[in-house]
């Protein structure tokens, strides 16, 4: 079962759940969403509504983990396309040494 975890995120004080994340990692969560704030407010000064830095601070979230998601699919394709090579290439070597033993 998880365990609620009270939070303060900017300046408002939350308590979440969160499935498979210990109460430290939650902390850890709402302080990079609170310094991300920090960051964004400093940036765009003439919004003075939290509730936009806070959509904005999901949107680069949302932004770097496509990103992050992009660069897996990327990796992942080409660990499985040298995968393939080294399997064929080892099948070719097991054939040729195959065949040169019945030859001798």
Same mark, same amino acid.
């Given at each position: 079962m998880n365990e609620k975890v009270e939070i303060m995120i900017g300046n408002r004080r939350l308590v979440v759940e969160m499935e498979g994340f210990i109460p430290m990692e939650i902390n850890a969560l709402g302080q990079k969403v609170s310094e991300r704030m920090a960051e964004l407010q400093s940036q765009h000064k003439n919004i003075a509504d939290?509730? +936009?830095?806070?959509?904005?601070?999901?949107?680069?979230?949302?932004?770097?983990?496509? *990103?992050? #998601?992009?660069?897996?699919?990327?990796? *992942? #394709?080409?660990?499985?396309? *040298?995968?393939?090579?080294?399997?064929?290439?080892? +099948?070719?070597?097991? +054939?040729?040494?195959?065949?040169a033993a019945d030859g001798a």
């Amino acid at each position: 079962m998880n365990e609620k975890v009270e939070i303060m995120i900017g300046n408002r004080r939350l308590v979440v759940e969160m499935e498979g994340f210990i109460p430290m990692e939650i902390n850890a969560l709402g302080q990079k969403v609170s310094e991300r704030m920090a960051e964004l407010q400093s940036q765009h000064k003439n919004i003075a509504d939290t509730s +936009k830095i806070a959509l904005l601070a999901a949107l680069t979230f949302a932004a770097e983990l496509e *990103k992050e #998601r992009s660069a897996h699919d990327t990796t *992942k #394709r080409i660990l499985e396309n *040298k995968v393939d090579q080294l399997s064929q290439s080892l +099948k070719d070597s097991l +054939k040729a040494g195959a065949s040169a033993a019945d030859g001798a």
